[in-house]
């Protein structure tokens, strides 16, 4: 079949992509930087903002998977143009063309649009897929790690001194991203009309997710070592916000809207939202994917 995908050069996406590509579909992938030729691949030069690329991405496709979006922005305005706006260029675009199946990309942030700015712009998206006449479905991630993330490695840095930082108390969910791409191309491929319409929670299988004393101990299986997390008081992540937007202004990696998020003490997926076990079931347990990102940064502290 033949996907259009936003996002395809990103963390989930790239995965996403490979195996698009191995299973033998052709993918439309929109782009911001010249990429290199890749059989499979015709890549769409543009961004979410212009209209005739996306004309482009989608034209002739079997269905949009659209990936792309922002996770980290210096304000509401910016969460806004590039979850909310972006999703709606995107739909915008499959109406002109006639293209009818779209899978979003989503995440559990849109169950709290009144906690954040990025969870209100995540639930915004939503809003405009489900608003879109489509046929649609929704994809709501967890934490996702894995192969090119670059937020984990920081976590195995500090794991790797014996120590986790963590917000005060909660639970978390985690998906390998393996199993998130096996997810989002199962949903591509689907002709069942039940999907149509669904919002799905997906997750590695974890009945009820992982405090996070549980998840520094699975990072210290994943490393060989004991590892105690170090929970963080709200204020403190507070002021390491300050000072990040200090040193690194709109650049800064954490800011106050994203404390807000991590301090929110219930990231768990809900078991009874899972795509139903004929479609997809996760096949990397927490413990075995940890062990693999644990690898991979003994081998390449440096690199994602």
Same mark, same amino acid.
């Given at each position: 079949? %033949? ?118 712009? %995540? ?37 790797? %001194? ?90 800064? %990696? ?51």
């Amino acid at each position: 079949m %033949k996907i259009a995908m936003t996002g395809a050069t990103g963390f989930v996406g790239a995965e996403t992509l490979r195996q698009a590509l191995d299973v033998g579909h052709r993918v439309t992938a929109l782009t911001r930087r010249p990429q290199p030729p890749r059989d499979g691949v015709t890549w769409a030069p543009g961004a979410l903002d212009d209209a005739a690329a996306l004309d482009t991405l989608v034209a002739g496709a079997d269905v949009v998977l659209h990936i792309a979006g922002v996770v980290n922005a210096p304000s509401r305005a910016a969460f806004e143009a590039g979850n909310g706006t972006g999703t709606a260029n995107v739909i915008a675009a499959m109406q002109r063309a006639g293209v009818r199946r779209l899978v979003h990309v989503s995440s559990l942030a849109a169950r709290e649009p009144e906690l954040a700015d990025y969870c209100w712009s %995540k639930a915004l998206a939503e809003e405009h897929v489900q608003a879109s006449g489509l046929d649609w479905t929704i994809v709501r991630p967890p934490a996702v790690y894995g192969q090119g993330d670059t937020e984990f490695r920081e976590l195995f840095r500090a794991a790797s %001194k014996g120590v986790l930082p963590v917000p005060p108390q909660g639970r978390a969910s985690l998906i390998q991203v393996t199993d998130l791409a096996r997810a989002l191309l199962a949903l591509c491929e689907t002709a069942d009309p039940a999907h149509i319409g669904a919002t799905y929670e997906v997750d590695d299988g974890t009945p009820g997710g992982l405090s996070h004393a549980e998840l520094a101990a699975a990072f210290g299986r994943a490393m060989d070592r004991r590892v105690r997390p170090i929970p963080l008081p709200r204020w403190v992540l507070m002021s390491f916000a300050a000072l990040d937007g200090l040193a690194r202004g709109p650049a800064a %990696k954490l800011t106050p809207d994203r404390v807000r998020y991590m301090c929110h003490t219930d990231w768990v997926a809900d078991p009874a939202k899972r795509p139903p076990a004929a479609l997809w079931a996760p096949q990397i347990s927490t413990d075995a994917g940890l062990r693999m990102a644990a690898a991979r940064y003994r081998t390449q502290p440096r690199s994602s």
